[in-house]
């Protein structure tokens, strides 16, 4: 079956610590992003990439960093200047460029990572 | 991206009809109307989308007036599993992709 792969599901760090949370796909999508939710609230972007070594800032980038070295995979790392890294963080794909309006900007969301730095 | 409003929560009777609506006043011609659902502690699922005719797939129907300032999102026969998160958001190609979150409406199906 296609679809987005994020793990883990639950992730604690101690304040000050780096860490990197997976996005994987097998759908063959060009374009990924990476959004974050705190409680009650919509969701923001924080970066996003339409091909393999190339990705761009969202509305909520500083304090975190991505690579994109392979179509499938597209990493975020929670670095520590991120102030209240504590959130649910969603990766998604979509079959289009950004941009395109219509059918290929559908996005297909991950299952999600909660993390929680004490 | 055009601002869409929608009303913070609904409930609705299982085995009933739930329509969802969203105003998106406004709306540029290229942009097209999108809903999101989110079931809680999960990621968003594509529902539906649709420029100016209606749209109709397995999961819902898309209603949209003549004028494009506003929408309905129908769940033809509401299932407690339809209780989620409804995102209402109207998107172009004037930008990056990023899809524009707001509050959205919880609805709630009752037994």
Do not use: D, M
């Given at each position: 079956d296609g679809g987005i792969t994020q793990s883990p599901k639950y992730l604690f760090?101690?304040?000050?610590?780096?860490v990197t949370l997976s996005c994987e796909q097998n759908l063959n999508h060009d374009a990924m992003y990476w959004y974050r939710q705190d409680?009650?609230?919509?969701?923001?972007?924080?970066?996003?990439?339409?091909i393999v070594n190339d990705f761009q800032k969202g509305d909520i980038?500083?304090?975190y960093s991505v690579s994109r070295e392979k179509k499938e995979s597209f990493p975020l790392t929670v670095t520590?200047?991120?102030?209240?890294?504590?959130?649910?963080?969603?990766?998604?794909?979509?079959?289009g460029i950004p941009g395109t309006a219509g059918s290929y900007n559908e996005?297909?969301?991950g299952p999600g990572t909660r993390l929680t730095v004490l | 991206d055009a601002k869409t409003t929608q009303p913070p929560s609904m409930d609705c009777a299982e085995g009933r009809a739930a329509n969802l609506p969203c105003n998106h006043s406004t709306i540029s011609g290229n942009e097209y109307v999108y809903w999101y659902r989110q079931i809680h502690s999960q990621g968003p699922q594509y529902i539906i989308h649709g420029l100016k005719n209606n749209e109709t797939n397995e999961m819902a129907s898309l209603i949209i007036t003549e004028d494009r300032k506003s929408s309905t999102?129908?769940?033809p026969h509401a299932t407690l599993r339809d209780t989620a998160v409804y995102y209402c958001?109207?998107?172009g190609s004037s930008n990056t992709g990023k899809l524009i979150f707001g509050q959205g409406t919880t609805l709630q199906v009752k037994p």
């Open positions: 760090r101690k304040e000050g610590q780096n409680p009650g609230q919509g969701l923001r972007l924080i970066y996003y990439s339409q980038a500083e304090g520590s200047a991120q102030k209240n890294p504590t959130a649910f963080y969603l990766c998604a794909s979509s079959r996005q297909f969301f | 999102l129908i769940l958001i109207a998107h």
